[in-house]
């Protein structure tokens, strides 16, 4: 079983037990489980449902696990014939959730 979920403009292919990074948001204080309300597809061994643009009524479950932070990249700033050269470093914060359950729609 699996579907295809719209999340912070990506798409993401999710099965149960899958670990995933998403977009980092504002979440309230005791919130330990998340929901994605936009199903794209989803399929299990005997059902095919494809949303024209979402599924009605479907939805993914998941646990947040914390935040995580992405692979380090370096932009590089340089202005030709002025010797003037910049290197900064960026580091992307994510959010680590693990889908627990996929609930089909109609």
Request: charged letters at 30%; aromatic letters at 8%.
């Amino acid at each position: 079983m699996y579907a295809i979920i719209d999340d912070g403009g990506k798409q993401y292919k999710v099965e149960p037990g899958q670990s995933l990074c998403v977009e980092l948001r504002e979440l309230g204080e005791d919130a330990g489980q998340l929901e994605f309300p936009h199903v794209l597809f989803y399929q299990d061994g005997e059902t095919t449902l494809v949303g024209t643009p979402r599924v009605e009524g479907a939805k993914v479950l998941a646990k947040v696990s914390g935040e995580a932070f992405g692979p380090k990249v370096y932009p590089m700033q340089f202005r030709r014939r002025k010797d003037s050269r910049r290197r900064i470093g960026h580091r992307q914060k994510y959010l680590q959730v693990e889908i627990t359950e996929i609930q089909k729609g109609g």
